[in-house]
């Protein structure tokens, strides 16, 4: 089974500062990936950033980087120069490789940037 | 190009009752899965639909079943319904049937038991 563990329910950072978020995980699957989703207030779950888990290189989407340990199966969310609209509720996700479109999600990380 | 969208969004129901959840997938993917939300489980899996055939199941109790339209559309229907039934349910489509392709989820639908 998969397991996915969040283990920062709340956090909060400055704006314009940096924070991390973590998450690790549990699979005996080599092949699959991982997701960083975002849940603002307004309840529409946004995609954040993905990694598949072959590549060794850390993905990165403009403010948003990832920590890919795949030994540690650790995988955390770094967010730069966080802004209000940051503020939302954080899930990470993981997906085993062909096997359909099954989510296995972290309880969250709920994040608050302060002005 | 309109994005996932669920109705109702809010509905409160009796305990017993059945309910039925629809899910109008983005136009052209062909996957939709069920999300359940709440508080104290977080987000948890219910299935998958893909070409009107499921194709992933979570580990929900048989009250709980879905459907795929020929036009992907997708209903789900809880029968002889709880108070824990209570919660966000999601769903999101997808282009292709698996791998990495991004998942858009629709705004929910919020089921209030009583």
């Known amino acids: 089974a998969q397991t996915v563990t969040q283990s920062q329910p709340e956090m909060s950072v400055q704006e314009a500062e940096t924070v991390t978020l973590s998450c690790t995980y549990d699979?005996?699957?080599?092949?699959?990936?991982l997701f960083w989703y975002k849940q603002p207030p307004s309840r529409q779950m946004i995609l954040v950033i993905r990694?598949?888990?072959?590549?060794?290189q850390n993905a990165t989407e403009n403010r948003f980087s990832v920590n890919f340990q795949k030994a540690a199966k650790s995988f955390s969310l770094k967010i730069s120069d966080s802004q209000l609209g940051d503020t939302a509720m954080y899930f990470c996700?993981?997906?085993?490789?062909?096997?359909?479109?099954?989510?296995?999600f972290g309880t969250g990380t709920s994040l608050t940037v302060i002005p | 190009k309109a994005g996932v969208t669920q109705t109702p969004r809010y509905l409160i129901k009796t305990r017993g009752q059945q309910v039925t959840l629809s899910c109008s997938p983005i136009?052209?993917?062909?996957?939709v899965s069920w999300y359940q939300q709440t508080p104290g489980q977080g987000l948890q899996f219910l299935f998958e639909?893909?070409?009107?055939?499921?194709?992933n199941k979570g580990n929900f109790p048989g009250r709980f079943s879905g459907r795929q339209f020929s036009n992907s559309r997708s209903e789900m229907n809880v029968s002889t319904l709880e108070l824990g039934d209570s919660a966000l349910y999601l769903c999101?489509?997808?282009?292709?049937?698996?791998?990495?392709?991004?998942?858009?989820f629709g705004p929910g639908t919020r089921l209030t038991v009583t």
């Open positions: 999101a489509s997808s282009l292709e049937g698996q791998g990495f392709y991004e998942q858009y």
């Open positions: 699979t005996s699957e080599n092949n699959y990936y």
């Open positions: 990694q598949e888990a072959y590549k060794q």
């Open positions: 996700a993981f997906m085993k490789q062909r096997t359909g479109n099954q989510f296995y």
């Open positions: 136009s052209g993917h062909r996957s």
């Open positions: 639909y893909f070409s009107e055939t499921q194709r």
